[in-house]
């Protein structure tokens, strides 16, 4: 996911797709404690996704405080 990609989503679909993404997190981190994970990459992805999105997220309400 790229963060120009996120830039083009409206404020209630980049909400959507964080909460998808920590969901995704969650399910991961369990994965990942029952010895069940078979590509530990994914956690960091997943990571750097989130930090994608809320810092779209706080862009634009930067941008509406102006």
Known sequence: MKATELRDKSRDELEQTLLDLRKEQFNLR?????????????????????????????ELKSGEAR
């Open 30 to 58: 369990m994965q990942k404690g029952t010895g069940q994970l078979a590509r530990p990459s994914e956690v960091s992805r997943v990571r750097k996704d989130i930090a994608r999105v809320k810092t779209v997220l706080n």
